[in-house]
């Protein structure tokens, strides 16, 4: 009997190989389709993700901050290439690692996801209130090898240990204790490839984390409210101004009106400017500030991005010391911290920005601290402890991408100074912003650039001719007539082509005035560039209010003139372009 059992024992251990050999293969094949379908699903939330992140860059045609956020994806390591198309099929922004291409697939598609060779290729709509703006590909690499053989680990290692039991069973004791010693062994591979996958998914996580909340230019679009309502009472009193104007004869009457209309316009024109030059791009410069008046010039912008309902308090003593910092900096870092402070006060309250000079004490060196300050409900301890960290938000989705305060936190530390925050519950919330002093003088308040030397100017006289290339008829008719007041007697022309033109009839223009931004294949940059080719002793004065266009003149040396301008403006950079020395 015994040698019966003993023979058959071979067949019962065949069998129950087979057994787990089958149930190994069945739970492979399920575990596989399991992962591509939670793979599809994940890189299909990660596509829409970027279609919505890039909705506002294609409604306003904004090919840099598209590219931005087609930039943002490559923090995902699994992410081999990225494009977004507009509406039309043109490519507006992508990128593409080494040795890939973008997927042109399902161009046409609204949705799709496939698998080929290894890649997974995703395309998802961007869809703005129902209305189609183009187009998202992502092209993802699927699961690594490794880490699907950390996935499968343990199965192997089980089927590994259950054909182990069986053999053992059919040898000796002796064969067992040898099997226990492999099973330490075995179970501590498992433990390695559990963590290195564990680590995996963390990473993933982060990244994906880091696209879905990504929004570069959260903060104007969190001011967008408050400016429409200021520039809307602008546009009212400059338009009910004008109406009076046709209804009054009284001189008295006539020159306040208009005084009113001027007033609104250059408000108008000055937070124009902050705007422009809060969003502009330009890589990080630090400069001697004083920071008082550079607080100060600040709150003009700050009343006009919050609700009426908040006051803004500045208490800033008059010797404070200078600091040195990037400007764009710690604007944007007062405008994130104002605008959290309005979305701490829903009900409305006071938002008070304060400033000392702290000196150092041991190795410490001098600090100027600014606090911002208000009354809104504060925030618990938990919170607090956890304000700086990149992605943390208690915003519903939408309302806040938890960047800001790391902006602050980023640029304070990156200045070489320290950062705080005092709150509790229903007393509001307190920053502190300790930046290093510096011994350096800053520049006098709106001290402009020396005019360069040589060569008198010319503006005023009779005999200069101005050659003005400017495609909006109301704003040439302006122009021309603030030219002739000035004296100066002009040609106007609509378009770059329509100016060389001008140029091969009659060369003896003293000044080119453009416009930058004008249909045709030629701008005014491309146009004062053929210039300058042409007609090197030809000065140039260029003119836009797009912050973009004013860098690249600046960038290429042409003098600038911002819209909007008064006549006084315009007098100045006249005389000072004509006494621009000639090459």
Same mark, same amino acid.
């Given at each position: 009997?015994?040698?019966?059992?003993?023979?058959?024992?071979?067949?019962?251990?065949?069998?129950?190989?087979?057994?787990?050999?089958?149930?190994?293969?069945?739970?492979?094949?399920?575990?596989?389709?399991?992962?591509?379908?939670?793979?599809?699903?994940?890189?299909?939330?990660?596509?829409?993700?970027?279609?919505?992140?890039?909705?506002?860059?294609?409604?306003?045609?904004?090919?840099? /901050?598209?590219?931005?956020?087609?930039?943002?994806?490559?923090?995902?390591?699994?992410?081999?290439?990225?494009?977004?198309?507009?509406?039309?099929?043109?490519?507006? /922004?992508?990128?593409?690692?080494?040795?890939? &291409?973008?997927?042109?697939?399902?161009?046409?598609?609204?949705?799709?996801?496939?698998?080929?060779?290894?890649?997974?290729?995703?395309?998802?709509?961007?869809?703005?209130?129902?209305?189609?703006?183009?187009?998202?590909?992502?092209?993802?690499?699927?699961?690594?090898?490794?880490?699907?053989?950390?996935?499968?680990?343990?199965?192997?290692?089980?089927?590994?240990?259950?054909?182990?039991?069986?053999?053992?069973?059919?040898?000796?004791?002796?064969?067992?204790?040898?099997?226990?010693?492999?099973?330490?062994?075995?179970?501590?591979?498992?433990?390695?490839?559990?963590?290195?996958?564990?680590?995996?998914?963390?990473?993933?996580?982060?990244?994906?984390?880091?696209?879905?909340?990504?929004?570069?230019?959260?903060?104007?679009?969190?001011?967008?409210?408050?400016?429409?309502?200021?520039?809307?009472?602008?546009?009212?009193?400059?338009?009910?101004?004008?109406?009076?104007?046709?209804?009054?004869?009284?001189?008295?009457?006539?020159?306040? $009106?208009?005084?009113?209309?001027?007033?609104?316009?250059?408000?108008?024109?000055?937070?124009?400017?902050?705007?422009?030059?809060?969003?502009?791009?330009?890589?990080?410069?630090?400069?001697?500030?004083?920071?008082?008046?550079?607080?100060?010039?600040?709150?003009? !912008?700050?009343?006009?991005?919050?609700?009426?309902?908040?006051?803004?308090?500045?208490?800033?003593?008059?010797?404070?010391?200078?600091?040195?910092?990037?400007?764009?900096?710690?604007?944007?870092?007062?405008?994130?911290?104002?605008?959290?402070?309005?979305?701490?006060?829903?009900?409305?309250?006071?938002?008070?920005?304060?400033?000392?000079?702290?000196?150092?004490?041991?190795?410490?060196?001098?600090?100027?601290?600014?606090?911002?300050?208000?009354?809104?409900?504060?925030?618990?301890?938990?919170?607090?402890?956890?304000?700086?960290?990149?992605?943390?938000?208690?915003?519903?989705?939408?309302?806040? &991408?938890?960047?800001?305060?790391?902006?602050?936190? +980023?640029?304070?530390?990156?200045?070489?100074?320290?950062?705080?925050?005092?709150?509790?519950?229903?007393?509001?919330?307190?920053?502190?912003?300790?930046?290093?002093?510096?011994?350096?003088?800053?520049?006098?308040?709106?001290?402009?650039?020396?005019?360069?030397?040589?060569?008198?100017?010319?503006?005023?006289?009779?005999? /200069?001719?101005? $050659?003005?290339?400017?495609?909006?008829?109301?704003?040439?008719? +302006?122009?021309?007539?603030?030219?002739?007041? !000035?004296?100066?007697?002009?040609?106007?022309?609509?378009?770059?082509?329509?100016?060389?033109?001008?140029?091969?009839?009659?060369?003896?223009?003293?000044?080119?005035?453009?416009?930058?931004?004008?249909?045709?294949?030629?701008?005014?940059? +491309?146009?004062?560039?053929?210039?300058?080719?042409?007609?090197?002793? &030809?000065?140039?004065?260029?003119? &836009?209010?797009?912050?973009?266009?004013?860098?690249?003149?600046?960038?290429?040396?042409?003098?600038?003139?911002?819209?909007?301008?008064?006549?006084?403006?315009?007098?100045?950079?006249?005389?000072?372009?004509?006494?621009?020395?000639?090459?």
């Amino acid at each position: 009997m015994a040698r019966l059992r003993y023979g058959r024992f071979p067949v019962v251990a065949l069998v129950s190989l087979l057994v787990l050999l089958v149930a190994g293969v069945a739970i492979a094949v399920l575990n596989e389709q399991a992962l591509k379908v939670q793979t599809a699903r994940e890189a299909g939330a990660q596509a829409d993700l970027l279609a919505s992140a890039v909705s506002g860059a294609l409604a306003f045609d904004d090919a840099a /901050a598209a590219q931005d956020y087609v930039d943002a994806v490559q923090v995902n390591p699994s992410v081999l290439a990225a494009a977004v198309y507009d509406e039309n099929g043109r490519l507006v /922004a992508s990128f593409v690692r080494d040795g890939e &291409t973008i997927f042109h697939g399902a161009a046409s598609s609204e949705r799709a996801t496939l698998f080929d060779d290894g890649r997974l290729l995703v395309a998802r709509p961007v869809e703005e209130a129902g209305q189609s703006l183009g187009v998202v590909h992502l092209k993802l690499l699927e699961t690594p090898r490794a880490q699907r053989f950390g996935r499968y680990a343990g199965l192997l290692l089980v089927l590994g240990l259950a054909a182990l039991v069986v053999v053992v069973l059919a040898v000796a004791q002796g064969a067992l204790r040898r099997a226990n010693h492999q099973l330490a062994d075995r179970a501590a591979e498992l433990v390695r490839a559990n963590s290195l996958l564990q680590q995996q998914m963390i990473e993933r996580e982060k990244a994906e984390e880091a696209l879905r909340q990504s929004q570069k230019m959260e903060a104007i679009g969190r001011l967008t409210g408050g400016i429409a309502h200021d520039f809307n009472n602008l546009l009212m009193v400059a338009s009910s101004g004008i109406e009076l104007l046709d209804r009054t004869s009284d001189p008295k009457r006539r020159e306040s $009106l208009s005084a009113g209309i001027r007033q609104a316009v250059e408000r108008g024109a000055a937070l124009t400017r902050q705007l422009l030059a809060f969003s502009r791009r330009s890589p990080l410069k630090a400069e001697v500030l004083d920071a008082r008046a550079h607080i100060e010039g600040l709150r003009f !912008l700050l009343e006009r991005s919050l609700r009426e309902d908040i006051e803004v308090v500045l208490d800033l003593p008059s010797d404070l010391w200078p600091v040195e910092a990037d400007r764009g900096e710690l604007e944007l870092a007062l405008l994130n911290l104002a605008v959290n402070a309005r979305d701490a006060m829903p009900q409305g309250g006071r938002l008070i920005i304060s400033a000392s000079n702290a000196a150092g004490e041991g190795e410490a060196g001098d600090m100027v601290c600014l606090r911002i300050a208000d009354t809104g409900g504060g925030m618990p301890e938990a919170v607090a402890l956890r304000v700086f960290e990149p992605f943390f938000t208690t915003k519903e989705v939408g309302r806040g &991408t938890g960047l800001g305060l790391s902006q602050v936190y +980023g640029f304070v530390k990156s200045s070489g100074g320290e950062i705080s925050v005092e709150s509790r519950e229903g007393q509001g919330t307190t920053f502190t912003l300790c930046l290093p002093r510096t011994d350096k003088t800053p520049p006098p308040p709106g001290e402009a650039p020396a005019a360069p030397a040589g060569g008198a100017a010319r503006a005023g006289e009779v005999n /200069a001719r101005l $050659l003005l290339v400017e495609d909006d008829d109301a704003v040439a008719i +302006g122009v021309g007539h603030m030219l002739d007041d !000035l004296g100066y007697s002009h040609v106007r022309v609509a378009s770059a082509a329509e100016a060389l033109e001008a140029l091969d009839q009659d060369p003896g223009f003293d000044l080119i005035f453009s416009d930058m931004v004008m249909p045709g294949e030629m701008d005014g940059l +491309g146009l004062a560039q053929e210039v300058r080719r042409r007609m090197p002793s &030809t000065p140039v004065l260029l003119t &836009t209010g797009f912050s973009e266009a004013a860098s690249a003149a600046t960038g290429e040396a042409f003098r600038l003139l911002p819209k909007p301008y008064g006549i006084e403006s315009l007098s100045e950079a006249l005389a000072a372009t004509l006494s621009d020395p000639k090459p």
